[in-house]
């Protein structure tokens, strides 16, 4: 039997009530969190097709989370469901598991529980991984063979690299580098050397007989020039000023 009085056992059976009734009367008022209409009367749209995917995208997050709420309120009325139950068959305020009285503390916090803190469902998260893990770590997998020594092919890294030149949902406000202000430096490895091993094959040029050699100052050769590197003879006489 439990060791609460009946003036106790009175309160909380009021409490749950009313934590019942205030969850059927929220769910009732927003009319069942907006399941009660379809996805298409909810969105106006004679079709679900609309001009822009990310209003599809923006309906169904909000129609999954108006679900993952539907059962979270369901499970709080089982819970208080079961807490009354306890309380007409004198089993109230007795941890489930192992007997013991549950503290008056830990009631009156949550008047629906059903367990003292040691035993109580759900309190460790779990270690447990998808297997997908396994197969995807590091970045890219097996397919990622940078590592590798003597290997300088093309791997998985280098097929999204090239997939993602198309663009993806990032965008410089996004990025952890503060000095990025560019979409052509959102991808990965962005200032990674593409053509060439050694700045100097990117501005260097020579003619088809390859004696007269020239200078190219494109982008990598100003960068070149800016880090300091190498030597300051293919600068100009007003480069050399600046």
């Keep these: 039997m439990s060791s609460l009085t009946q003036q106790q056992l009175s309160g909380f059976r009021s409490r749950l009530a009313h934590m019942k009734q205030s969850i059927e009367r929220s ?27 990310g209003d599809v995208a923006t309906d169904m997050f909000e129609r999954s989370k108006d679900m993952a709420i539907h059962e979270l309120q369901d499970f709080k009325i089982e819970r208080i469901d079961q807490a009354l139950e306890a309380i007409d068959n004198g089993t109230y305020g007795k941890c ?27 309190q460790e998260l779990s270690n447990n991984r998808p297997a997908e893990e396994d197969f995807l770590q590091p970045a890219f997998g097996r397919s990622n063979r940078d590592g590798e020594d003597g290997y300088n092919g093309f791997d998985g890294e280098d097929a999204w690299q090239i997939v993602e030149h198309y663009g993806n949902s990032n965008s410089p406000a996004m990025s952890d580098n503060r000095e990025v202000d560019s979409y052509s430096e959102m991808y990965s490895e962005a200032d990674e050397n593409e053509g060439f091993v050694e700045p100097l094959e990117s501005f260097i040029a020579t003619d088809i007989t390859g004696r007269v050699v020239s200078v190219v100052r494109n982008r990598q050769y100003h ?7 190498g030597d300051d003879g293919l600068a100009t006489d007003e480069e050399r000023e600046y």
């Design 27 to 53: 769910w009732h008022d927003s009319e069942h969190g907006g399941l009660a209409n379809s996805l298409k009367d909810q969105t106006g749209e004679l079709s679900p097709i609309d001009n822009h995917p």
């Design 96 to 122: 489930r598991t192992c007997g013991k009285d549950i503290p008056f503390e830990r009631l009156d916090a949550l008047p629906d529980s059903l367990y003292c803190v040691e035993h109580a469902p759900r």
């Design 223 to 229: 960068e070149y020039m800016s880090h300091g590197e």
